[in-house]
């Protein structure tokens, strides 16, 4: 093989390389979009063990729901506090929605996410329940600007999915946590605290007809 057959093989090599890269990359990109299916079974309730009887924190926890669905108002600190203890125990899902700096403004980006969720929420399996959207910051800023960014955000997430599907305004309840539920604390600035996490907090007695 002549020196120039030799240099034409590594470039050749080199650029197959790079396409498989490339094509590695695009495939992880696209798997790591949540899809409808991939939020419904995230959000879809555990079934419930015949015979096992409701707690009395249960039914305080759904009479404190029914006090909050359908507010337009921010909820107060001891209402968001009390939320986060309900969702721990939640079927949930984060969302990575993507916004422009400093603004609550959904960029197109976020859209085909949003539309999964959409789709997701209105199915018939989701029916009749309450679901949080719970709008998180990453850590740069003060507390106080967080706080109202996130809530500005959660805000806009809901407003989209019942323009677009029409979903029944109560059964969208949200919440801003700022930077205090940090997903990867040992990243603070990471994009990945940057989210949006749905809960379905409640499932109403008629959905399980």
Same mark, same amino acid.
């Given at each position: ?9 590594? =470039? ?26 991939? +939020? =419904? %079974? !995230? ?12 707690? @009395?924190?249960? +039914? ?7 006090? +909050? ?16 203890? +309900? ?7 984060? =969302? ?5 700096? %400093? ?8 859209? @085909?996410? =949003?539309?999964?969720?959409? $789709?997701?929420?209105? %199915? @018939? ?20 600007? %967080? ?31 700022? $930077? ?7 990243? @603070? ?14 499932? $109403?007695?008629? !959905?399980? $007809?």
């Amino acid at each position: 093989m002549t020196r120039w057959q030799k240099i034409g093989a590594t =470039l050749a090599t080199l650029l197959l390389a790079g396409a498989l890269v490339t094509t590695t990359t695009q495939s992880s990109s696209a798997q790591g979009r949540a899809t409808e299916t991939d +939020i =419904l %079974n !995230a959000l879809k309730p555990t079934p419930k063990t015949r015979g096992l009887t409701t707690t @009395p924190k249960q +039914i305080q926890d759904q009479q404190f729901l029914q006090t +909050i669905r359908g507010k337009t108002r921010a909820l107060t600190l001891d209402e968001r506090t009390k939320v986060a203890d +309900i969702a721990k125990e939640k079927q949930k899902i984060d =969302l990575e929605v993507y916004f422009d700096y %400093n603004s609550a403004e959904i960029v197109q980006r976020a859209v @085909p996410d =949003l539309m999964e969720l959409g $789709k997701a929420l209105s %199915n @018939p399996e989701l029916k009749g329940g309450t679901f949080l959207l719970g709008g998180h910051t990453d850590a740069k800023g003060g507390e106080e600007y %967080n706080q109202k960014l996130s809530e500005r955000r959660a805000s806009a997430v809901k407003k989209f999915l019942l323009e677009k599907f029409q979903l029944p305004e109560d059964t969208l309840v949200t919440a801003g946590y700022g $930077k205090e539920q940090l997903k990867k604390p040992d990243a @603070p600035f990471a994009a990945e605290n940057r989210r949006v996490q749905i809960v379905n907090l409640e499932v $109403k007695q008629s !959905a399980q $007809k």
